[in-house]
């Protein structure tokens, strides 16, 4: 199965992440099967490290323009302990300007086909499962080709994260689009140069 494993993120102030309540060796942290890797720079998400990838992306470093790069699967490793809690990447999201086109090429060269399309409005969402995390793509008529826009990190108790962190760098938990679960933004005063949300866990029945 292809899996989404590594997460690069070009950021102005990678200490930004350090004081988010992640344990951080060097310049990743790993929460649950994916590491997210911080380097400075600008463009928030800038590449997707897939693993498990079938031979069809070997060589390749994009798909519908969003680059990608391969990494060897993790060993297996206890769970890190972070202090925000995060136990998870849920969901990472691209915008496109077309779904069929984007989610085609991302089950093209995945082999994660395309679960489901949601209509909401305007916006039409597609959902791929790539190992752990879910790729939530989003088709907008602001959005002109496919890029990557940022993702959104379960925690164990998403009050207590929001009480870590207080309201000047996250928003007050709201009722998420998935059934059962509560979301709450990172204000961008935090500094991290990428949209990122703390959602809390998915209901189990």
Known sequence: MTALAELLVAVDDPAAWHRLGLVFEDDTTRVGQVAVRVVSGSGGVVSWGLSGAPEAIDGID??????????????????TAHPLGAV??????VFTDSLERTCGALAEATGCELKRVREAGAVRQGFHRLGEVIAEVVESDRATHASYWGFVLEVADLDAACSLLGPDLVGEPRGAVQPGQRIATIRSAAGLGVPVALISGRPTS
Request: no cysteine; net charge negative.
């Open 62 to 79: 994009a798909i519908d323009g969003l680059a990608v790069h391969r990494v060897e699967p993790a060993a297996d490793r206890a769970a």
């Open 88 to 93: 998870r990447v849920d969901h990472a999201v």
